[in-house]
């Protein structure tokens, strides 16, 4: 069955700093999406990075950046020089299947909460 | 451009009344889904609709929950009669047709359903 786990309800990063979120998947398809979403404490969901299961290169947006290890089925986020309003809950997900137009539902983890200290 | 635009924000019924929820996707988005956050679990997919044809209902709990989408614009998900156990946050996503290689999906804010 599809699943994807984020085992760190809560992390913390002094501002400046690098945090990664850790996520893990579980699919028997070859070929997949995942996705990075961020909950900002207003509540809407904002998109922040997609890697595609044949992508040979780990995606980058700024100073996001995520860690694709296909062998091992994670897509780990990494967050470079985390600013304040980097605080927030953020969602790991994946879309099975090929891309077909958007059809394929979301596969959500629990969230990883993140607070950035000054 | 407008974003994806849920109304209310915030709906507290009592168990046995209706609620609807509304969405307006992102103008020219074919796909529109709904997906549920009950309190401390993930967020589930509830059903995924392109244009006004349902495309993927599984998600759906029961026949409590009716989901429409007439003319293939906004959505509206009705609870009837509500459960103490819908209470949660709902979203509606939207996305393109063809709108690249990852067709992310477009989240509104969300509903805070309370059902006491």
């Known amino acids: 069955a599809q699943k994807i786990t984020q085992t760190q309800p809560g992390m913390f990063v002094q501002e400046k700093e690098a945090v990664t979120l850790d996520c893990t998947y579980d699919?028997?398809?070859?070929?997949?999406?995942l996705f990075w979403y961020k909950q900002p404490s207003s509540g809407e969901m904002i998109f922040l990075i997609y890697?595609?299961?044949?992508?040979?290169q780990n995606a980058t947006e700024g100073r996001y950046s995520l860690n694709f290890q296909k062998a091992r089925k994670s897509a780990n986020l990494v967050i470079s020089a985390s600013q304040l309003g980097d605080s927030a809950m953020y969602f790991c997900?994946?879309?099975?299947?090929?891309?077909?137009?958007?059809?394929?539902?979301?596969?959500f983890g629990a969230g990883t909460r993140l607070a950035v200290h000054p | 451009e407008a974003g994806v635009t849920q109304f209310p924000s915030h709906s507290v019924i009592e168990k046995g009344q209706t609620v609807t929820l509304r969405c307006d996707p992102i103008?020219?988005?074919?796909?529109l889904y709904w997906y549920r956050r009950v309190m401390g679990k993930e967020i589930k997919f509830l059903l995924h609709?392109?244009?006004?044809?349902?495309?993927?209902e599984s998600g759906m709990p029961n026949n409590r929950f009716l989901a429409e989408r007439t003319g293939g614009t906004y959505s509206t998900l009705k609870v009837q009669p509500a459960e103490l156990e819908d209470s949660g946050v709902y979203f509606c996503?939207?996305?393109?047709?063809?709108?690249?290689?990852?067709?992310?999906?477009?989240f509104g804010p969300g509903t805070r359903l309370t059902v006491l």
């Open positions: 997900a994946m879309r099975e299947g090929p891309f077909s137009g958007g059809y394929n539902k979301l596969i």
């Open positions: 996503a939207s996305s393109q047709t063809a709108g690249g290689s990852h067709n992310e999906q477009f």
């Open positions: 890697q595609g299961s044949y992508d040979e």
């Open positions: 609709f392109v244009k006004e044809s349902k495309q993927d």
């Open positions: 103008s020219g988005h074919d796909n």
């Open positions: 699919t028997s398809d070859q070929s997949y999406g």
